[in-house]
């Protein structure tokens, strides 16, 4: 109707509404420390068993195929993961977020462990799958529980946070593989029990969240309000390419080394490790900014290009490295800016299925991620040459977003003063 006040958005209503949860004391604390633990569980997955992955390549010698298959005991729960979010998604809105994320906790034990005891590597492989399937309802639950506690700012600062533990667990996990794996290839099968610790703190301590009353609703009492697609198509696929460069580093860091000359591997972890460091600088730095992150986009993928760039040119390993810092400071900046911005899209009703298209397409960017650059790779010739045409499409992507953000600035024009209104 004329004159009319439309209903508020999704980001208006989590800027205007008190925080459902308490922000400070023990029960914060613990609240918070349990969703970036559970946070981590798919982090673990995904590097926990790479050290020991020849040791299992020669258990498995006799098995055909195995070369291919024993590879994929580390990646398929990505590629489960990838798959299953949307699915874990739509399961969080309807059954809720805490008794999902229960549950998939304690299975992530059951099929984390399941190695310990299983000989065929068919079996295993299968059972990685299953970890993927946990995982997947596991971070979808906990960062749609991270949209419902917290608005605003508060919001800002705990996804930067997510992404700081995420980035700091995997090198430390790395090193923990590594360890346990000197006892024997199935040992750090062990570590997964760690989440039967972790799954009945969250039965007790995450209060079950409830939508906030003026999120849900809707332009007409009763109407059913349509699930965003066309605001959250966009921001998906730009996380797809997104997650393409956050991996670059922490994949193919090795292998741009060992083209260098660079054998000894106590040097390669300390290069990987520093570059894992300037990842958690820049979600640090993200945090503080305390800016909207939509304007932040291109300029953070235009400084990834820049990394991107100078590991391109690099002759030797500290200028390698060097890009690689540069290139870490802004994809560390990257993932917390979409994520942030995907959430501000969504209202409590669409939060879990939303947030789950948006890890499958980051997961779904971190598998796509070393068969891009393998294609790069053969196309240009040396998978710096690969490194350095990801960095131009990054910058082409940076500037595309900047000069469609100043096409529909031009287009709205400037808002009236309050001196103009009156």
């Known amino acids: 109707m004329p004159g009319s006040v439309p209903p508020p958005s999704a980001t208006e209503v989590d800027a205007a509404a008190p925080p459902p949860v308490a922000v400070s004391g023990p029960a914060h ?201 066309r605001q959250l198509g966009g921001i998906c696929a730009l996380t797809f390419f997104g997650a393409m460069v956050f991996y670059t580093v922490p994949v193919e860091m090795s292998y741009l080394l060992d083209d260098l000359g660079v054998k000894n591997s106590g040097v390669i972890g300390l290069a990987t490790a520093i570059a894992s460091a300037a990842t958690v600088g820049g979600a640090v730095a993200f945090a503080r ?33 060097a890009g690689a810092v540069v290139n870490c400071v802004g994809t560390g900046m990257l993932l917390p800016a979409l994520l942030t911005s995907a959430m501000s899209r969504l209202a409590f009703a669409d939060r879990g299925r939303g947030t789950g298209l948006w890890m499958a397409a980051f997961f779904g960017g971190e598998f796509a991620c070393p068969l891009v650059l393998l294609a790069g790779e053969a196309a240009v010739g040396s998978l710096a040459g690969a490194v350095g045409v990801l960095g131009l499409a990054a910058a082409l992507v940076a500037g595309g977003l900047w000069t469609a953000a100043r096409r529909r600035g031009e287009a709205v024009g400037p808002r009236p003063s309050p001196e103009q209104v009156a």
């Open 29 to 229: 604390l613990l609240r918070v420390t349990l969703l970036m633990a559970g946070s981590c569980l798919p982090i673990l997955g995904a590097v926990l068993i790479a050290p020991v992955l020849p040791k299992m390549q020669d258990h498995f010698a006799s098995v055909p195929g195995a070369k291919a298959l024993v590879p994929l005991a580390l990646t398929v729960p990505a590629l489960a993961l990838a798959v299953l979010a949307p699915f874990a998604g739509v399961i969080v809105d309807r059954l809720g977020r805490k008794r999902l994320l229960v549950v998939a906790t304690l299975l992530y034990a059951v099929f984390g462990t399941a190695p310990l005891w299983l000989d065929s590597l068919g079996a295993i492989i299968a059972s990685r799958a299953l970890v993927g399937v946990a995982e997947a309802a596991i971070m979808t639950c906990c960062t749609t529980l991270i949209g419902d506690y917290y608005s605003g700012q508060r919001r800002v600062r705990y996804l930067s946070l997510q992404t700081m533990c995420a980035s700091a667990s995997a090198t430390a996990f790395f090193v923990l593989g590594g360890a346990a794996g000197s006892a024997g290839w199935r040992v750090p099968f062990f570590v997964y029990a760690v989440s039967l610790v972790l799954a009945p703190l969250m039965a007790t301590a995450l209060p079950s969240p409830a939508p906030r009353a003026a999120a849900v609703r809707t332009p007409r009492e009763g109407a059913r309000r349509p699930f965003p697609w």
């Open 289 to 321: 900014l305390g800016r909207s992150p939509d304007p932040l986009v291109p300029a953070v993928l235009a400084v990834c290009a820049v990394g991107f760039g100078l590991m391109f040119l690099a002759g030797n390993a500290p200028l390698l490295v």
